[in-house]
């Protein structure tokens, strides 16, 4: 009885403007790191107005934290 190993078949985006990313990152010769990410341009809209968000937010309570003199 032989075993045929199937291939995994190519896959394709779940969205068509779909943006991968893959990098490697080497530190010496034992450790190695891989990773990968994907966004679709609505993510990068959404995590744009997170950001902002936050910014605003973490500035309004960085004025309102300063010691007011009279």
């Known amino acids: 009885m032989s075993v045929v190993a199937e ?3 190519t896959s394709l985006p779940s969205h068509p403007e779909e943006i991968r990313s893959a ?3 080497r530190l010496g010769k034992h450790i190695t790191l891989q990773g990968s ?3 679709t341009p609505a993510g990068v809209i959404c995590s744009g107005l997170a950001v902002a968000a936050m910014v605003l937010s973490l500035g309004y309570l960085a ?3 300063r010691p007011r003199r009279y």
Do not use: D
């Open 23 to 25: 990098f490697e990152l």
């Open 37 to 39: 990410a994907r966004i």
């Open 63 to 65: 004025s309102a934290m």
């Open 7 to 9: 291939e995994p078949p």
